[in-house]
């Protein structure tokens, strides 16, 4: 849980960043586009449990 803390708060910092420094945010600017890489990652969660990364 830590790790989870920890990655937000590094994120959220660096998102505040970018915008003061008026660069282009590396991630989707919309919550479908984050939505999609959490699916894409849970996919990925489930097929490892399925045994398909083996």
Do not use: E, Q
């Not at 008026?22 to 894409?40: C, D, F, S, Y």
């Amino acid at each position: 849980m830590r790790d989870v803390i920890l990655a937000t708060g590094t994120g959220f910092i660096i998102g505040m960043l970018f915008i003061r420094l008026k660069l282009p945010l590396p991630a989707p600017p919309t919550l479908a586009g984050v939505m999609g890489i959490v699916g894409m990652f849970a996919g990925y969660l489930v097929a490892l449990r399925l045994g398909w990364g083996k």
